[in-house]
């Protein structure tokens, strides 16, 4: 249960073509939603991609979810909450590895990876 609802889900597409914008979607419990209460959330998520044959694994983004009801009132009074959603737009020389990792300020750090393919007639990797 704490898996599933904590793992970050990466979606890309399933074509990619060298040097073609695309959009990187990473979402954390897509499928049963993890809390977003002042008490229980998910504090930020970080986007990493590892070139095929490189080294090391590129930082593509911090993403910080700050709004999670927070108020001088108290805990959960304020209209405001972030869900732990992104997305981003990337281009590529190379195929690779995505990597992101989401931290839930109650249950710690979480990670999960998606490779990325080059596909479609244009395909120049
Ligand atoms: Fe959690």
């Known amino acids: 249960m704490e898996e599933r609802i904590h793992?970050?889900?990466i979606e890309i597409p399933a074509q990619v073509r060298a040097g073609e914008p695309?959009?990187?979607?990473?979402?954390?419990?897509?499928?049963?939603p993890h809390p977003n209460t002042t008490e229980h959330h998910i504090s930020w998520i970080d986007l990493y991609f590892h070139p095929e044959g490189g080294r090391f694994p590129r930082q593509v983004g911090r993403f910080a979810f700050v709004a999670h009801g927070e108020a001088v009132s108290g805990a959960n009074q304020a209209p405001?909450?972030?869900?732990?959603?992104?997305?981003?737009?990337?281009?590529l020389e190379r195929p690779g590895t995505f990597h992101a990792m989401a931290l839930c300020n109650i249950?710690?750090?979480w990670q999960s990876d998606?490779?990325?393919t080059f596909g479609g007639p244009a395909a120049a990797n």
């Open 107 to 109: 249950h710690g750090l």
């Open 22 to 32: 695309f959009q990187v979607k990473v979402s954390i419990g897509k499928e049963i």
């Open 114 to 116: 998606e490779v990325l």
């Open 7 to 9: 793992v970050p889900l």
């Open 80 to 91: 405001v909450y972030a869900d732990p959603e992104l997305v981003v737009t990337v281009y």
